[in-house]
């Protein structure tokens, strides 16, 4: 396969533009974007997503789960197209640039070789994929999951909002349900660039992040019985605290994760308290602890370590515990050749970069099933991500739609 030359760039202001554009479509109310699945904003920047694809020569297809893709022709029929994007959907308070820079920045690409009237044997392709943030309707990277065969099409088409409105009836309702059946789709690769989400990039002065690995993420929910009773009246040593045998469990799920240190986290994000008064010590707890490691050997004693010993801490303290695992995925190994051409984009521009892995989960993730994937992140300010204040430069926008023009684009072969 021939490289790109080192000199050949994507539009960067173009690029921008495009962003910023996109960003007035569901704006939110902090400078951010409220532009969540399947509502009648995500059918708006579908909508300005299809006309700018269209304007480039794309022809776009529709699935049945409602991913969109623009499609750029290659000179051999035969030959599988490379596949480039993310999603346009954000969460309720999400930021600019979260999945949007990797659906905007395979646009630019496609723009910039109609600019330099470069032809690849391989086909490319612009994709959205429907509903990655989750936030509407679980789980996250849902449509991708179906097209990758992890979740059933009428599974998915049953997801319920907070307001009972199902996936499948909204998807109709928006217009965006196409008729092609979802995974019959054959891909020579994908490529998806995001924001890192994290503050290593940033604090490391790096420009790009060649990442090598998804971290496989564990979901258990953790039930602990104690008494309720009054705060004031019932003494110290009679108490079960429910709350406090919570707090001694985080702190143990802390340790577990620090002793498989550095790629290890582990912390509990969503957490209800019973009957959450001022005045009655809690009497249950009912918590999600959520661990993730690029290893699952690790993600298997960390989850063998929370039960075992949290059953003992907490029936030392006289109260009962149950866990139930929620949700979870294995950890992804990314592509070697497509990481290789990532490293090797990076290297030919210039750009300074670091092997990473991602702490988030992402459409490569489930894609990276069905096809040779990989992933190039980019910084953004103080690892920010998942909220309004979210920030990336220009330069860091084109830095990673310049690595990723030059590994799509090499992956896709050109031709003369």
Not at 127 to 155: C, I, K
Not at 314 to 328: D, H, L, N, R, Y
Request: aromatic residues 6%; hydrophobic residues 40%.
């Amino acid at each position: 396969m021939t490289a790109p030359a080192a000199n050949l760039k994507i539009n960067g202001d173009r690029l921008w533009d495009s962003l910023m554009e996109m960003a007035k479509i569901g704006p939110g109310i902090a400078g951010g974007n409220n532009r969540q699945t399947l509502t009648d904003e995500d059918a708006q920047g579908r909508a300005l997503f299809q006309s700018w694809c269209e304007a480039a020569g794309c022809t776009m297809g529709l699935d049945q789960m409602g991913n969109m893709f623009a499609r750029r022709d290659g000179t051999d029929p035969d030959a599988l197209p490379v596949y480039v994007g993310s999603h346009l959907d954000t969460q309720p308070t999400g930021g600019k640039y979260d999945g949007v820079l990797g659906v905007l920045a395979g646009l630019e690409l496609i723009r910039t070789l109609n600019d330099l009237n470069i032809q690849t044997k391989h086909p490319i392709v612009a994709t959205n994929w429907t509903n990655e943030e989750g936030t509407r309707y679980a789980p996250a990277m849902l449509s991708s999951g179906v097209f990758a065969g992890m979740h059933t099409q009428d599974w998915a088409y049953a997801r319920q909002d907070a307001e009972g409105k199902t996936f499948g009836a909204e998807l109709e309702r928006i217009g965006w349900r196409g008729e092609e059946e979802v995974g019959a789709r054959k891909m020579h690769a994908f490529f998806e660039l995001h924001i890192e989400q994290g503050p290593i990039l940033e604090a490391e002065g790096k420009d790009i992040g060649v990442v090598t690995h998804g971290q496989g993420l564990s979901w258990t929910q953790v039930t602990i019985t104690g008494k309720d009773s009054h705060t004031g009246s019932t003494p110290m040593p009679m108490r079960k605290n429910a709350g406090l045998a919570m707090a001694k469990v985080l702190n143990l799920v802390d340790d577990i994760a620090l002793s498989h240190a550095p790629h290890a986290v582990g912390a509990a994000g969503h957490i209800d308290v019973y009957p959450n008064s001022r005045n009655v010590i809690p009497g249950k707890v009912v918590f999600t602890v959520d661990f993730r490691s690029p290893d699952l050997d690790v993600i298997t004693d960390m989850e063998n370590r929370l039960r075992a010993e949290g059953t003992e801490l907490v029936t030392g303290m006289g109260m009962q515990i149950a866990f139930e695992k929620v949700g979870g995925f294995d950890p992804v190994t990314f592509d070697p050749g497509c990481v290789t051409a990532v490293r090797d984009a990076a290297e030919r521009l210039g750009h300074s970069h670091r092997d990473i892995i991602s702490g988030a989960g992402h459409d490569a993730c489930w894609i990276n099933r069905v096809a040779p994937t990989a992933m190039i992140m980019c910084p953004c300010v103080d690892g920010l991500s998942h909220n309004e204040a979210e920030d990336i430069s220009k330069d860091w926008a084109a830095a990673g739609a310049d690595v990723l023009f030059h590994a799509v684009v090499e992956t896709a072969e050109i031709v003369g």
